[in-house]
């Protein structure tokens, strides 16, 4: 069973910047594709930056050339980096790991949130 702790939430002014971590334990990161979501009060669910296993990556429109998906299988954990951050950036985030074989395994973790605000 694979565990998820996410981390690096917070409160940030506009323009600032966070990094969110997503560490995993109980099977190699590597094995997956990570995807990061967020949710914010009476929005969808979106899907915001995702890091295959080759380390392609993809990024929602209004996020791209702000956030950065990485990964480091080294230390089992993943990261967003978020810079000039906007005040409709702020959500609860979640990172979810899937590893596609006989069956599709997802992982979800329990969230962070950031909260863009002056």
């Known amino acids: 069973q694979v565990q998820i702790v996410e981390s690096g939430g917070g409160l940030v002014q506009p323009g600032g910047s966070l990094r969110l971590s997503c560490k995993a334990s109980?099977?190699?990161?590597?094995?997956?594709?990570v995807h990061w979501y967020r949710e914010a009060p009476g929005k969808q669910r979106e899907m915001v930056a995702t890091?295959?296993?080759?380390?392609?990556?993809h990024y929602l429109a209004s996020v791209k050339d702000r956030f950065t998906i990485s990964r480091d299988n080294a230390k089992n954990t993943a990261y967003l980096q978020m810079n000039a951050l906007k005040v409709e950036d702020s959500a609860v985030y979640s990172c979810?790991?899937?590893?596609?074989?006989?069956?599709?395994?997802?992982?979800w973790g329990a969230g962070t949130q950031v909260t863009v605000s002056s």
């Open positions: 979810r790991l899937l590893k596609y074989g006989s069956y599709i395994e997802s992982y």
């Open positions: 109980g099977d190699a990161l590597d094995n997956y594709v």
């Open positions: 890091i295959i296993n080759s380390g392609d990556t």
